[in-house]
Every structure is written in structure tokens, then in C-alpha cells.
């Protein structure tokens, strides 16, 4: 972040670029798309957007914040910032394509179509600094309406072009610098809910676990998958963590013996029907995920019993 602050206080507004994000999804196979729109902005617009973003840096790191993996429950009512690799985050790499190489341009009859928006900010050494935005639709001025504004003599006149408000604050930034290891370069996360609906997180994520649900039905180790499935897609973290595991391979090693060895070496508060299945309710999802996770660790050193939020295999 310190990073971030140090670029943008040194960056040209000329080199500010304002791109427009159009998504769309296919309702019957799910599949989600996005547009790129490049736009061209005066020195002064770029100036803007470069100072809203240090602004809003500059006040983060007033606050010393404490900088967390996405996705992780924070222990503390500290000030947090929550950071994701960059090839964690769907759609993210093909919208850093399109942004590189987009022709197509924005157009005012696209107005209601913008799902979001990117500031790429770039250096004379290569360096580019991207920050984020899901657009919410305002209530606009637009033309063909009775619409005024009011001019520098104090007097209203009739509105002949369309105006698009930006918002003064971003949802994320991630600084891609020449020579840096890209496969651990981190996003940096200010508003979660807007940033995981720019990038549809949800959506990726259900694809990703509706495409497997053959094999956790053959696993049998919940007495209703449905209802277990569905209270995960109420929740980015719990169908994030669901199709994690699912694609990495732990999920296959589970077993019904496993599962009650877990519950009963750590006292869980977790039931089972006649069959031995885990029976499912509201209040034991995050419970069952962490199981299915392996989440529960013992130390080698302590014999200690823990819940590990964050494991990094060795």
C-alpha cells in the first residue's frame, strides 16, 4: 500500500486512462462475458482520478490498517485491507488483456450498459497501477430531457449531452511493476462486496461447484447437498472455499469415518442421521466447510488442537 501511495504521488495525470466494463451473462448456461470500452479524458479528469485514489490511500494507511488474505474472518475491530493474489480473481487476467488491447470505444448510448469501471495509471518505466470500481447507475442527466444546469452567470439552461458521475473512491488497486514475480502479485481489496460483484465472484464460483455436483453427490457424506449447496451461494466466502477445495482435491479424500473422527477429537457440534451423513442446517455450514477443508490441525510441537483460517502446505 505504502507502494501504491509512492507511485501515485509520482505518476502523470497524462498517463490516466479511464476504461468502461460491460458484463453480461447467459442465463442458460451461465457463462459470463466481459466488454471493454476505452474513452478519452482531458488532463484535468485524469488529475481527478489520480488524486481520488491517492486520497483515499493516504487515509487507509492513516488508519494502520492490518492487512488480511481475502476471504479470512478478522479478529480484531482494527482497520483491515484484504489482499488476494491477482490470479485468484476471475476475469482478472482476460479484463488486464482487454484493457492492453481494446479498440472498441465508449459510446453515450452505452450509458446504462456499464457494469464498472478501470483507472490504469502507467509509468515511463513500464509500471501500471489499475484501480477498481463497480459502477452504480445514478439517476443522470441526460439529453432529450427537460434537463438544466446552472452556468458561471447564474442563470439555467437546457442540457444537450449526457453526464456520467464518477465516483470519488475505488473498490480495489493492483500495481503490476516490470521485474516483479507476477504469480504473486496481491490485489489490495477497500470495498469487498462491490469488488466481488465487479468480478463476479459468485457466479465463478457456482459454476465451478454446479459442474462438480456428480461427484460431492457420489461422495454421500451430506444428508441434503441442495440445501448445503445453496446456503454456500448465500455467502462469496462460503462457495469461494466450497469450489477451492473441491478443485484442489481434498474434498475426494473425505470419508463419513473421517468426518466423525474430526467431530469427535475436536467436539464438534455437528449430528448424524441413521446413515451417517451430516445433517445440514443454517448454523453449521461454516463448520462443515472447514471439515471438508481439513481445517482442523493438531500441533507437533504442543499436541495443541486447532482451526486454522489460512494453511499453507509444505
Request: aromatic share 10%; hydrophobic share 35%.
Amino acid at each position: 500500500m505504502i507502494e501504491i501511495k509512492t507511485y501515485l504521488e509520482g505518476v502523470e495525470p497524462k498517463n490516466a486512462k479511464l476504461y468502461f466494463i460491460e458484463r453480461d451473462k447467459n442465463q442458460r448456461t451461465k457463462e459470463v462475458n466481459y466488454n471493454t470500452l476505452k474513452t478519452t479524458i482531458t488532463i484535468e479528469i485524469g488529475k481527478e482520478l489520480v488524486d481520488v485514489g491517492l486520497q483515499q490511500i493516504i487515509s487507509i494507511l492513516n488508519d494502520d490498517p492490518e492487512y488480511i488474505d481475502y476471504g479470512i474472518v478478522p479478529y480484531s475491530d482494527k482497520r483491515h485491507v484484504e489482499k488476494i493474489n491477482k490470479n485468484d480473481v476471475p476475469y482478472l487476467s482476460k479484463l488486464l488483456i482487454e484493457v492492453s488491447t481494446s479498440v472498441e470505444v465508449f459510446e453515450d448510448t452505452k450509458t446504462n450498459k456499464i457494469f464498472g469501471y478501470i483507472v490504469k495509471i502507467e509509468d515511463s518505466r513500464n509500471n501500471a497501477l489499475f484501480l477498481f470500481r463497480k459502477y452504480t447507475p445514478k439517476k443522470l442527466l441526460e439529453k432529450g430531457k427537460l434537463s438544466m444546469i446552472l452556468n458561471d452567470e447564474g442563470s439555467f439552461q437546457r442540457l444537450n449531452y449526457k453526464i456520467m458521475a464518477i465516483d470519488e473512491i475505488y473498490d480495489a488497486a493492483l500495481l503490476l511493476k516490470e521485474g516483479d514475480d507476477q504469480s504473486q502479485v496481491q490485489v489490495f481489496i477497500f470495498n469487498r462486496s462491490k469488488f466481488e460483484s465487479m468480478f463476479s465472484f459468485v457466479d465463478f464460483y457456482e459454476k465451478e461447484v454446479d459442474g462438480r455436483k456428480k461427484e460431492i453427490d457420489d461422495k454421500d457424506l451430506l444428508n441434503d447437498i441442495d440445501v448445503f449447496i445453496d446456503f454456500c451461494k448465500n455467502d462469496s466466502r462460503m462457495i469461494k472455499k466450497f469450489a477451492r477445495f473441491l478443485k484442489n482435491g481434498e474434498f475426494s479424500k473425505m470419508s463419513k469415518n473421517n468426518i466423525k473422527d474430526v467431530v469427535g477429537k475436536y467436539k464438534l457440534d455437528l449430528e448424524f442421521d441413521d446413515n451417517g451423513k451430516v445433517v445440514v442446517n443454517k448454523d453449521n455450514i461454516w463448520t462443515i466447510l472447514r471439515i471438508l477443508d481439513d481445517d482442523y490441525v493438531r500441533s507437533e510441537i504442543t499436541n495443541t488442537k486447532y482451526e486454522a483460517r489460512s494453511k499453507v502446505k509444505k
